[in-house]
């Protein structure tokens, strides 16, 4: 049965420089409440890995990591239709407001999408639009835990994610 599914709120302090977007969370992320909460997902291992370390336990301590190195986070999809947590499942997509997020938080200088599904959506909506003259854009691979031919684990991403290094607090 396809379920309408719907992203979580923004998480982005003042301050912040980097916004990576994904698609939109999966049902293990939906059921915890949190971004990247499928422990499988290799999102807070790349991050805590650049910088050489194991990620914490609590979230509220992720977030704290992540915002202290001014990541931000957020979808592209506002909502959509989606059975299991697939993105090649997602249909009928409502984008998030994007333009707005960084009309509002002018610090972020760079948006980093998380896989194919994010980057393609962006383009889709926000091809022409003004708000993101300026910003570096990087597509990067998907932090899923499903494997590619060119990412098989954490250590393949987190080399393919030092590219956002100069970017972060």
């Known amino acids: 049965m396809t379920m309408r599914v719907h992203s979580f709120p923004p998480i982005v302090n003042v301050g912040a420089t980097i916004l ?15 971004y990247y909460g499928n422990p499988r997902n290799h999102m807070w291992r790349v991050l805590y890995g650049l910088f050489g370390r194991e990620p914490d336990e609590a979230y509220e301590d992720r977030l704290a990591f992540a915002a202290s190195h001014g990541i931000a986070m957020w979808d592209v999809i506002a909502s959509c239709e989606r059975e299991g947590s697939l993105d ?23 948006l980093v999408f998380n896989g194919t599904k994010s980057h393609d959506t962006f383009k889709k909506y926000f091809r022409d ?34 590219v956002i290094l100069p970017f972060l607090k």
């Open 20 to 34: 990576i977007l994904g698609s939109m969370p999966g049902e293990a992320s939906i059921a915890m409440n949190q």
């Open 129 to 162: 639009e003004p708000a993101f003259e300026g910003k570096t854009m990087m597509k990067l691979p998907s932090t899923s835990p499903i494997p590619t031919k060119q990412m098989r684990n954490t250590a393949d991403r987190i080399e393919a994610w030092r």
């Open 88 to 110: 090649a499942n997602i249909r009928a997509e409502v984008p998030n407001d994007l333009p707005g997020i960084v009309t509002e938080h002018p610090s972020l200088r760079c």
